[in-house]
């Protein structure tokens, strides 16, 4: 809220990477004043970079004056929309809020003010143009998606489409748009947008958390009709007396200083809101795992065999209103690869002069049993070495993205060349489709060199993975969290590693079901400890408790790595 008052929310989100159309970020009621940010962003440079054109050119003709004009827009445009596109292809989301990749759409507007409507051109030149107008736009809304990534390329339909039309004039012109589309409704339309833009995205925010996430058509239906008398009630009460009363004509300045003290009024309680909210976050976050001696302590509640009595706690643990920098603290430490980034990261743990090797592969799931892998190695003496990237399972035979593929290729080198291993630890969470052999192929040809060397390869099976992200819950619930879990049927157990490992010689599965989830049941916190931080995404608070559970599965198989340091 205090971004959006201030006109800096898309850059808030930018930072915050987040994905405007992913159904696992739950949206805030204001998110949708991104695009207000961008717009108000423009227009502080816009007015200058026309004065300076202007200046430049004031001795020309009139009509050269706009032909200068309509080249530096032209500039603009460009260089607006070859940034978007580059950015699109190495950082997607943050590129979808950023005002310099987004600036080409609104110079459109100014080079077609520099062009005119086409008044003098044939009727029926101005109705096609139309018509592929109306396509573009109308077509957009039923094509696009979350999986058209290329902000530039997708973004041109619409406003080539809106471009066109403008271009061609009144739609009136056209029977067809004279019948399907009568000029007053058109107007009337217009007239509410702004209104209708404010309140559509609050009203959808709110439906979803009172009624699910599945919304009934009928529902959707009465959501619009509410959308546009909201909107029409605020643009008769508030929107036209603050722009055409008399206030408004009369004491601009006076208008200018109620807006600032209004947006003043929203940022004040907002940012200090905020500050409150933090800190009673951060004293939430520094509260131990292990707060009552004798109870249990995260899987250990899951454990038949365990004497630790399985609550009650005073608080969960890391609360769930804690949001975390980002899906694993190896990020900031250096030692882990975004999705999106090149190159490769390693960093050794435990005991760097230890004749055991012990290595972690694989996705941000491997990154999140880090904690409990790093555990072991400090306890028993490895030297753990860790490579990590997000979203690329590990795997030589599947294509993928260039930057996953050269990840693979250069950490299988450097597996090589560092070992002898004695232990190599891996996990994913990637789907491969209804074919699953292409991917089974692929991680008998990453594991085989492993195994011929003599590693004990040790694939650690996925976590289950939620219908809807149990923190939304939790936060609702947290006088019974116990009400969030999940039915079993409900989860997704799959795992093509374990299936991969049923048939090659030297690779284990270690199986932590148990310790997620029972018979009838996926639990969202055990022993005092909330598991999920996301919808797939395992907390490091639970993970660590796991780390004996591991080590007595992997020890059946590698008796001799455990007990004794090295």
Known sequence: ?????????????????????????????????????????????????????????????????????????????????????????????????????????????????????????????????????????????????????????????????????IWAGDPSQSWLFRRAIPGAVLRGLAELSFAAYLWHWPILVFAHQLAGESLSHALRLLLVVLTFALAWATNLLIERPVRFGPLARRRPALTAALAAALTLAVVAPTAGGLVLFQ????????????????????????????????????????????????????????????????????????????????????????????PAIKRLAEENGWRLVTFLRGACMYSLAVADTQECDDWRKDVAERLAEEGPWDLVFTATALDVGANPEPAVAGLHAAWTPLTDAGAQVIVIEDNPRLPAPAKRCVVDHMDDVSVCDVPRADVRLSDIQVRAAQDQTGVHVVDLTPFYCDDTTCVVSAGGVLLY????HINDEYTVTLAPYIAAQVAEVAPQLFGAHH
């Open 1 to 165: 809220i205090t971004a959006s008052a201030l006109f800096v929310e898309n850059w808030a989100l930018a930072a915050d990477s987040v994905d405007y159309l992913a159904a696992s970020d739950a949206p805030t009621p204001v998110q949708h004043f991104w695009s207000l940010s961008v717009e108000e962003q423009f227009y502080l440079v816009w007015p200058g970079l026309l004065a300076i054109v202007y200046g430049l050119s004031v001795r020309l003709r009139p009509t050269r004056r706009i032909a200068a004009l309509a080249v530096a827009l032209g500039l603009v445009v460009g260089l607006s929309f070859a940034y978007s596109l580059a950015l699109s292809l190495t950082e997607p989301v943050p590129a979808f809020f950023n005002t310099g990749a987004r600036a080409w759409e609104f110079g459109t507007g100014g080079l077609l003010a520099c062009l005119g409507v086409a008044t003098s051109a044939r009727r029926a030149l101005r109705r096609t143009a139309a018509g592929i107008g109306w396509t573009l736009i109308v077509g957009s809304a039923f094509v696009f998606d979350h999986s058209l990534a290329i902000l530039g390329l997708v973004t041109a339909l619409p406003v080539g489409g809106a471009a066109l039309v």
């Open 279 to 370: 800190r009673s976050v951060a004293a939430a976050a520094a509260v131990p795992v292990a707060v009552v001696p004798g109870l249990c302590v995260g899987a250990e509640a899951r454990d038949p065999d365990s004497d630790c009595k399985d609550g009650p706690y005073a608080v969960l643990v890391p609360s769930p209103l804690v949001e975390p920098d980002g899906v694993s603290v190896l990020h900031g430490m250096g030692c882990a690869v975004r999705y999106t980034d090149p190159g490769t990261k390693s960093c050794v743990f435990g005991d760097p002069q230890s004749d055991i090797s012990v290595a972690l592969v694989g996705d941000s799931h491997a990154m999140k049993m880090w």
């Open 533 to 536: 931080m996301d919808s797939a």
